[in-house]
């Protein structure tokens, strides 16, 4: 009888609350560069091989985010210049919106609309793509960060805390940095001026290549660590919403819900 409700909250929802095992991450010592570092733009130490490697959602080898992200990073002298013309690239070419979960990186870079699992998986692939290291960090976070950004009716059937959410970490100059892009400027301005993310209460969206961008923050509740791969975590999240429910009727709840987020965008951003 309830059966949209049920959809909506295993198809699209009860994914985020399955727990994952978390790859583990040891300290990385200050080397030579690596080998493979030479086809790259930028060089990296070879201990730091794992992650600029490609893998099948992380496609960083793909031509077209190959060339995207070389004519973006054309005349950047450093690392720390290219990372963050490729994160303003990320976070405001690529509107926030809902897609699948376990889509490659580069039909996120065509179709410019993604959340924090695709958009970050984007940014961490075209970081690797001129030879700067990149990352998956994962946290638990309240839903409360996205109220008023998703359809009402996915609102009410998100649980209290959604356990996957990934940023995109980078390594300059010694250290590794956070950068989220899951939020365009226009999302995080029209969130502002109604008053979803009080200023005072929330670090902004911008970077600087130097210290963390984690806009996040205030509503994290856990911390899961770092993945070199996000692939097998997209995959079993991407595979829980196709048992769930017929493929047409969870896209309607996706449509529905990225409708809202455009009108709410439109209407509010330009008011910042």
């Given at each position: 009888m309830n059966r949209l409700?049920?959809?909506?909250?295993?198809?699209?929802?009860?994914?985020?609350?399955?727990?994952?095992?978390?790859?583990?991450?040891?300290?990385?010592?200050?080397?030579?560069?690596?080998?493979?570092?030479?086809?790259?733009?930028?060089?990296?130490?070879?201990?730091?091989?794992?992650?600029v490697n490609p893998t099948d959602l992380c496609d960083s080898e793909n031509p077209e985010i190959l060339q995207t992200a070389a004519q973006l990073t054309e005349n950047c002298k450093s690392p720390s210049e290219a990372a963050v013309k490729l994160f303003n690239f990320v976070r405001d070419e690529c509107l926030f919106g809902l897609s699948e979960a376990d889509e490659k990186a580069s039909v996120t870079l065509n179709s410019r609309i993604g959340w924090c699992i695709t958009k970050n998986n984007l940014m961490v692939a075209m970081l690797r793509s001129v030879g700067i290291p990149a990352r998956y960090h994962q946290v638990s976070v309240n839903k409360i960060s996205l109220k008023g950004i998703v359809s009402n009716m996915?609102?009410?059937?998100?649980?209290?805390?959604?356990?996957?959410?990934?940023?995109?970490?980078?390594?300059?100059?010694?250290?590794?940095?956070?950068?989220?892009?899951?939020?365009?400027?226009?999302?995080?301005q029209a969130a502002i001026v109604k008053g979803f993310f009080p200023q005072g209460n929330i670090s902004n969206i911008e970077w600087d290549g130097l210290?963390?961008?984690?806009?996040?923050?205030?509503?994290v509740l856990e911390d899961h660590g770092v993945h070199a791969s996000y692939d097998d975590i997209s995959r079993k999240v991407a595979d829980e919403n196709r048992k769930m429910g017929p493929k047409f009727m969870l896209r309607a709840i996706t449509n529905r819900s990225n409708k809202k987020t455009a009108k709410f965008r439109e209407r509010y951003a330009g008011n910042s």
């Open positions: 409700p049920a959809l909506v909250r295993c198809g699209l929802i009860a994914a985020l609350m399955i727990s994952f095992s978390l790859i583990p991450y040891s300290s990385v010592g200050q080397t030579g560069p690596s080998p493979e570092a030479k086809t790259k733009k930028f060089s990296y130490p070879a201990e730091l091989q794992t992650y996915l609102y009410k059937m998100l649980p209290e805390v959604i356990t996957i959410h990934p940023w995109c970490e980078c390594y300059l100059d010694g250290k590794w940095l956070a950068c989220d892009v899951t939020f365009d400027k226009q999302t995080y210290t963390d961008s984690k806009w996040v923050s205030v509503f």
